[in-house]
């Protein structure tokens, strides 16, 4: 899966937090910065945390919807029914007719994608430079689902026409009894339960060391589905494992407003095998990140090392992302957030992003947005922060 979470802050500061997470979400980022939180932080209860993204830039929904809303396979059916019963000039003009409305509406399908993310979570942290600890929980889903439109089923139909072209009223074979044309989706749902702790060494002035031993619950999804019937769904083909990991993060404030931080999450590899037999891998993601920050302002940038394959390839494309953000605070009331997250792997899918936080005595909610014209993302997270 791509590095990052749909906390809002983070979220609508261009997707960073390596250097300039909090409490509240050090446990996503870096565990590490439990160690160099401000010292105004002493505790937060984050809870939820919620997040989805959307990628339909092909307006696949819309699409698929349309044609099976028009019954076009079950038309074309229809009328090789009704010719092989009585062939005539009028039952052939409608196979013709339903036949190059399925080839039409087939060929809308072809080669459209949509990807989907979803995340809910919730965080408990206590900051200090001795010892610190914060407990999360959350569930993240992602992948992808593409119309797969086979050459083979355009190829059946068309031969029916030529057929029919040809004044051939010989009966005919029904295409869609065996057409390979499907809805293909394939992604993963990753449940955690994770501790993250963290201390100050005093090494090079103070580092802060942090580590985050999680259980995880991983669900993987690949299925194919008939065109006429498929919806989306995180629920088919679906195959579920259990796994430790672990997440290993540093950080380092120099005391003039600059810190830097540098994490590596899930540092044990993993593979999973789907339903229909494909390997999904978790490897280690490892980003770098430095921020500044005043009582007034934060501005953070984080950048993935590694390039991150996709989860669901040929549905999605790889990410490597590069992050900047500007956080400004009015009164720690209110918060205004600006960012833009690049993607070294593929410019197309890069994003601006922003959000707003509103903190009245200790309570506070937060809101992120991110998009672009072809993608939109929303996070929402409430909590209590003193």
Known sequence: MPFGTFDPRSMAMGGTG???????????????????????????????????????QDEFIDR?????????????????????????????DTVVSTGNTLITGLNTLSNHDLEIEVMAGAVVGVPGKK?????????????????????NDLSNI???LDQLAANNFSPITDPTTNM???????????????????????????????????FQKIDTFDYALNLETAEVTFNEGKKSYNSVNFDM??????????????????LLPKSYTTALGNTLEMKPQMRVGAAH?????????????????????GFDTPTQYAGIGVELNAFDLFQFRLGYRHNLSNSDTSVATAGVGFSPFGVHIDIGLMGSSKEIALGLQTGFRF
């Not at 010292?39 to 339909?56: H, M, N, Q, T, Y």
């Not at 698929?64 to 052939?92: E, G, R, V, W, Y």
Request: proline share 4%; glycine share 10%; aromatic share 8%.
């Open 180 to 214: 390979t044309s499907a809805v293909l989706g394939r992604g993963a749902v990753v449940s955690e339960v994770g501790i993250a702790l963290a201390k100050e060494f005093e090494i090079f002035g103070g580092i802060g060391v942090g580590m985050t031993p999680k």
């Open 18 to 56: 390596v250097a300039a997470g909090t409490s509240a979400n050090a446990g996503f980022f870096n565990p590490a910065l439990l160690a160099t939180a401000h010292k105004d932080e002493d505790f937060s209860l984050e809870l939820p945390i919620l997040g989805i993204r959307v990628a339909d």
């Open 249 to 266: 993060g540093l950080g380092k404030d120099f005391k003039n407003h600059w810190k830097v931080g540098t994490v590596i999450k899930n």
């Open 64 to 92: 698929l919807d349309t044609f099976q809303n028009n019954n076009t396979i079950d038309n074309f059916s229809a009328a090789i029914t009704a010719f092989n019963a009585t062939p005539s000039p009028a039952t052939k």
């Open 131 to 151: 010892f610190a600890v914060s407990v999360f929980v959350a569930s993240r889903a992602m992948g992808g689902m593409a119309l797969n439109i086979t050459q």
């Open 158 to 160: 068309q031969v029916i």
């Open 293 to 313: 920050q005043t009582s007034w302002s934060v501005v953070s940038m984080d950048l993935d090392v590694m390039e991150n394959d996709p989860i669901a390839t």
